[in-house]
T-cell receptor
């Protein structure tokens, strides 16, 4: 069966520090991968999605970037965090177009 | 125009009642529609999907799709306090609405 791993679960970082969140998927090949952010009390905002290694699409211009160095690995990064980057970050995978997404457990990031 | 729109709620219903959650979408080309449930502080989990016009039932849940009117709804029968959560609607683009917060009171 497929599983998705996302870490860390919680993170507190100072303003201006770098960020690296990692997500890996097991039990499937060539998944679509997604990064979402959810601000407190708000909906899910799609940040990036990837349909293959090295292929990244950005939905919202911002202080973040994403990379997919391996088929089942998706990384969210920032060079310098802002207070507004605080939120609940969720990684998800899907088998292809017109299919559902399955979410990791999320990382709660607080920028102080 | 947002891809998917939902009333943020909260929607409050008594235990045992039917909860009706609604969602409209803008892309007429959308083929698949998904409902997720998200408990506070947790990640969303898929509860229903629907591809064809009409109703689809799964236990206490019924998803309804009307492509002509571009809306999809979720009915929860015999609502329980454990159903209290935020319900998120999305299309095959996986761009989510803001979600509707449901509160089921005893």
């Amino acid at each position: 069966s497929q599983t998705i791993h996302q870490w860390p679960a919680t993170l507190v970082q100072p303003v201006g520090s770098p960020l690296s969140l990692e997500c890996t998927v097991e039990g499937t090949s060539n998944p679509n991968l997604y990064w979402y952010r959810q601000a407190a009390g708000r909906g899910l905002q799609l940040l990036f999605y990837s349909v293959g290694i090295g292929q990244i699409s950005s939905e919202v211009p911002q202080n973040l970037s994403a990379s997919r160095p391996q088929d089942r690995q998706f990384i969210l990064s920032s060079k310098k965090l802002l207070l507004s980057d605080s939120g609940f970050y969720l990684c998800a995978w899907g088998a292809g177009s017109n299919t559902e997404a399955f979410f990791g457990q999320g990382t709660r990031l607080t920028v102080v | 125009q947002k891809e998917v729109e939902q009333n943020s709620g909260p929607l409050s219903v008594p235990e045992g009642a039917i909860a009706s959650l609604n969602c409209t979408y803008s892309d007429r080309g959308s083929q698949s529609f998904f409902w997720y449930r998200q408990y506070s502080g947790k990640s969303p989990e898929l509860i229903m999907f629907i591809y064809s016009n009409g109703d689809k039932e799964d236990g206490r849940f019924t998803a309804q799709l009307n492509k002509a009117s571009q809306y999809v709804s979720l009915l929860i029968r015999d609502s329980q306090p454990s159903d209290s959560a935020t319900y998120l609607c999305t299309t095959d683009k996986l761009i989510f609405g803001t979600g509707t917060r449901l509160q089921v009171f005893p």
